[in-house]
């Protein structure tokens, strides 16, 4: 993507199209800042330690359900709302750290109904 800005570029300042040139220019720019956040991003959260694996079984601290972790984050990703509203900021490590998603086992006994069995 940036080689072809950087090429649109070249040929805004050979046809003296310095306004689209400048526009470019800064588009560029943008670009690359962008990349090198997400290359320092990356790096970051290529040494995320888990602590659980998907498929795990678990019972949650604080709340005590039981569930299967079937995705995991490397940082809180929710909304800024839903993370105000869960109190992240106020845990311990806050938003940088792990989070999983969890698919809840709901327990609860099981009764025959007459007739159906």
């Known amino acids: 993507m940036i080689r072809l800005r950087w090429a649109n570029l070249q040929k805004a300042v050979e046809a003296e199209n310095y306004a689209l040139a400048a526009e470019l220019r800064d588009e560029i720019n943008k670009?690359?800042?962008?990349?090198?956040?997400?290359?320092?991003?990356?790096?970051?959260?290529?040494?995320?330690?888990?602590?659980f694996r998907l498929g795990q079984k678990g019972r949650h601290k604080v709340f005590v359900y039981s569930g299967v972790i079937c995705g995991m984050d490397p940082v809180c990703c929710i909304s800024s709302?839903?993370?105000?509203?869960?109190?992240?900021?106020?845990?311990?490590?806050?938003?940088?750290?792990?989070?999983?998603?969890?698919?809840?086992?709901?327990?609860?006994?099981?009764?025959q109904d007459e007739g159906h069995g």
Do not use: W
């Not at 670009?31 to 330690?49: C, D, G, K, P, R």
């Open 81 to 111: 709302s839903l993370r105000e509203s869960a109190c992240i900021d106020k845990l311990t490590r806050g938003s940088n750290q792990p989070f999983y998603q969890v698919y809840h086992i709901l327990m609860h006994s099981l009764r």
């Open 31 to 51: 670009l690359e800042a962008e990349s090198l956040a997400a290359s320092a991003n990356a790096l970051v959260y290529e040494n995320i330690q888990y602590a």
